[in-house]
Every structure is written in structure tokens, then in C-alpha cells.
């Protein structure tokens, strides 16, 4: 399936405020490098709430992109003196953070490649590589690489060699191994921007739910070269479907820092993007729901007609797309109250949307019982030393439903 990108100015939808359609058009600018007039415009109006625009930006985390939009079109002077300051900083983070856990990747991939293994970089690494570079202000917080299970003890013992530790969290050595699908590092010494965390991934997501690999993923790595080295990547559409399980993984809901990821991945491969490979997979992994949720956020944000018969191709029941089309009209612009913390805000999110990324009522049922402590702990803010926590927990699936009626205990 080819088409062009045609995106429009504004979101279809007068009920927007503002600074709304202010960071809708800073993404826009990004991707398409157009709207720029526009952007000027609303600035000189003078009419901007900015305390709102820099929540707004963080919690989409695109403060470093909006910095960079800004800067090469000549509004940094029209901006705010202390709001200037602020995404001038997140910008300069980025930078440094990007150069050296790009740095970091290459000398673990380099390691591996001389041990004869394949390890290929997710999310972060694989955008700067194959979309962002040279721009690094693609905010990151550590590196997600993927490795065979059959080569993930030689990759763990490179990582250690190279002064990492393992970093098992509450949980024992053998819960992680049996039933995670990646097992966390962290350099020796170090919990400051110089150095990242490494996500080793050994499936793309959990043992329980029966669908911990894409067939055929490496068969379908893709040369990159970088520095007179080959890395393999993968595709552009498994990469894609590494999005729509992580829809389901703890993390923010409704973040238009993945909606630019999308957007960016389907302009660069926009004549060899296989949609039908994507269905299919979608199809066999059950990853419908939440694939539509992602292609439906980018649909809404960009308003590209191309996708509409893609989304349209989609199989869920119709009350699944209804809901979906209603949580993300009515909660990707909004921001937290002022009571409320940016993680709090987050998890209530994840909360509300959660129950309808899954393809159906059993599926999704079936992941409520299938929680795993650790993620219960994170999501409801439980002291796990409590002996009602234990008691919450094996009747987790209608504590969820209580917390998601609003109940406070």
C-alpha cells in the first residue's frame, strides 16, 4: 500500500483550546517542516497560556523538539524569557544524553558483532539512527536493545565486562529471567545522564501472554550502516509493532512523542511501508486494538487521508473504535490539575484507557489476572511491606475495576 503525505494545518475540531492546537502545530512543524506562519502567528497574538504549553510539552515529551522548532525558524526572541530557558535546557540534555548513549550502543554493538552476535537496537537507538540523526533532541532515558535467547548470556556477560550490573528491582534473579521479556543494567556507580540504563530484551513482551516473539524477526533485520559498520535494525514495521506492545507495557498513554515516531517512520518509508505484513501481524499477535490506537492518534494529530483506509482495515468491533476515538479526542490535549503530579497524572491515564487496548473483553480480562506484582505495585502506589496489599492484589482484578470507578481506599 503507497501513498503520499498530505497533512493539513489545524486539527478538525473547534472545541480545542489554543495551546492545543499550538503543540499540535509544533509537531506538525517538525514532521513536515511547513506551518511555520502559522506558529508565528498564534505567538505574536500574544494570547498563549505558556505554564500550560510546558506542561503540555512534558508530558508529550517534545520539549527538546519544540526547542528545535523554534530556534531554526527565528521565535526564540518571541518567546518568554524563563519558558526559553527551560526547553533550552531540556534541548541541551537531550543532546548530550543522545550523543553518549549513541556512543554507548555502538561499543556494545561493536563488542557483540565481534562475538558473531546479533543485537539490534529498539525504540530510542533505532530512531536516531534511521530517522532523527543528525538531530538529537528525541528525549531518551535509556537503551533498548534486542538479542536471540540463544545469544543473551554472552550479550549479559559483554554488558558486565563493560561495568554493568544487573538491576533486578524488588524481585528475584529467576522471576525476571522466567517471566519478564528483558533484564535491566545499570553502570557501576552511576545514576546521572552519563551514563544509561540498558534494557537487554530477549522477547517483546511477557511469557503469560503467549506472544513473547514476531515470527521471523531477525530474518527481516535490515543493514544500517554507521561509522564504516553494519548494524542490523529491524524493519520498519516490526519496529512498529514493538509501539503496539508497548502500548500495553507501563508507560504514558497518549504521548506525542510516539505519535511523531510514527509519523516520522511512515514519511521516510512511506513508498515501501507494508501495511498488509502489519495487518496480518496485528492479526496473529492480537495486537489490533492497540494498533488502531496508535494509527488512530497519528490519523487525528496529522490528519493523513492515506491512513484512513488502513484504520479502516482494522478488525475490532465497532465499540472498540467508538471508545478508542473517544479517549483520544477527549484526553490527548489535556493537562493535570494543579494538585496532581505528572507521573500521577500519567498512571490515572493509563488507568483509563488500559481495559480497551486489548483485542477482547477475555483478552483483557485475562491481563487483569495476569498482572504482575510488581506492575501492580507501580500502578496503584502500594506499600508492598502492607499485608493488605498482598489481599489487594489477588483480588486485583476488582480493585482495578473500583480504582477505575473512581473508589479511594
Known amino acids: 500500500m503507497r501513498s503520499k503525505l498530505k497533512p493539513t494545518c489545524a486539527l478538525n475540531d ?43 510539552l512534558e508530558y508529550h515529551r517534545i520539549a527538546p523538539i519544540a526547542y528545535h522548532v523554534f530556534k531554526e525558524n527565528g521565535f526564540l526572541e518571541l518567546i518568554p524569557p524563563e519558558f526559553k530557558r527551560k526547553i533550552e535546557k531540556k534541548h541541551s540534555e537531550s543532546v548530550i544524553r543522545s550523543q553518549i548513549y549513541l556512543e554507548e550502543f555502538l561499543e556494545i554493538q561493536s563488542l557483540c558483532a565481534d562475538k558473531g552476535i546479533k543485537i539490534a537496537p529498539l525504540k530510542g537507538i533505532y530512531f536516531i539512527l534511521d530517522i532523527y540523526y543528525p538531530l538529537l533532541c528525541r528525549e531518551m532515558k535509556d537503551i533498548d536493545v534486542i538479542v536471540g535467547k540463544h545469544d543473551l548470556e554472552k550479550a549479559e556477560s559483554i554488558l558486565l565486562d563493560l561495568g554493568y550490573e544487573h538491576e533486578f528491582r524488588s524481585t528475584d534473579q529467576a522471576y525476571w529471567r522466567n517471566r519478564h521479556f528483558h533484564i535491566v543494567f545499570q553502570k557501576k556507580g552511576r545514576t546521572d545522564n552519563k551514563s544509561a540504563a540498558v534494557e537487554l530484551h530477549f522477547a517483546l513482551t511477557y511469557k503469560k501472554d503467549g506472544l513473547d516473539n514476531i515470527p521471523d524477526l531477525m530474518k527481516r533485520y535490515q543493514n544500517f550502516k554507521k561509522n564504516n559498520r553494519c548494524i542490523d535494525l529491524l524493519s520498519p514495521e516490526d519496529n512498529f509493532l514493538v509501539f503496539c506492545f508497548q502500548e500495553r507495557h507501563i508507560g504514558r498513554r497518549l504521548c506525542m512523542k510516539t505519535i511523531i515516531d510514527v509519523a516520522l517512520l511512515m514519511k521516510k518509508h512511506v513508498n515501501s511501508f507494508d501495511f498488509d505484513y502489519l495487518l496480518r501481524q496485528a492479526k496473529h499477535l492480537k495486537l489490533r486494538a492497540p494498533l488502531y490506537f496508535i494509527l488512530k492518534q497519528v490519523y487525528f494529530v496529522f490528519q493523513l487521508s492515506f491512513l484512513e483506509d488502513v484504520i479502516k482495515n482494522i478488525d475490532i468491533n465497532v465499540f472498540r473504535k467508538r471508545k478508542l476515538d473517544a479517549l483520544i479526542r477527549e484526553n490527548i490535549f489535556i493537562i493535570p490539575c494543579s494538585q496532581e503530579t505528572m507521573t500521577g497524572f500519567a498512571k490515572k491515564r493509563m488507568m483509563k484507557i488500559s481495559f480497551f487496548l486489548y483485542d477482547s473483553f477475555l483478552q483483557a480480562a485475562k491481563a487483569l489476572f495476569d498482572m504482575r506484582i510488581e506492575e501492580f505495585l507501580f500502578f496503584f502506589e502500594l506499600d508492598p511491606k502492607r499485608l493488605s496489599t498482598r489481599f489487594f492484589y489477588v483480588l486485583r482484578p476488582f480493585y482495578f475495576l473500583l480504582k477505575s470507578a473512581g473508589f479511594k481506599k
Do not use: Q, R, Y
Not at 33 to 55: A, G, P, Y
Open 14 to 56: 473547534n472545541l480545542f483550546n489554543i495551546e492545543a492546537k499550538f503543540v499540535n502545530l509544533i509537531a506538525k512543524s517538525f514532521v513536515f517542516k511547513k506551518f511555520f506562519n502559522e506558529l508565528k502567528s498564534i505567538i505574536t497574538k500574544n494570547e498563549l497560556k505558556w505554564d500550560n504549553i510546558e506542561i503540555l
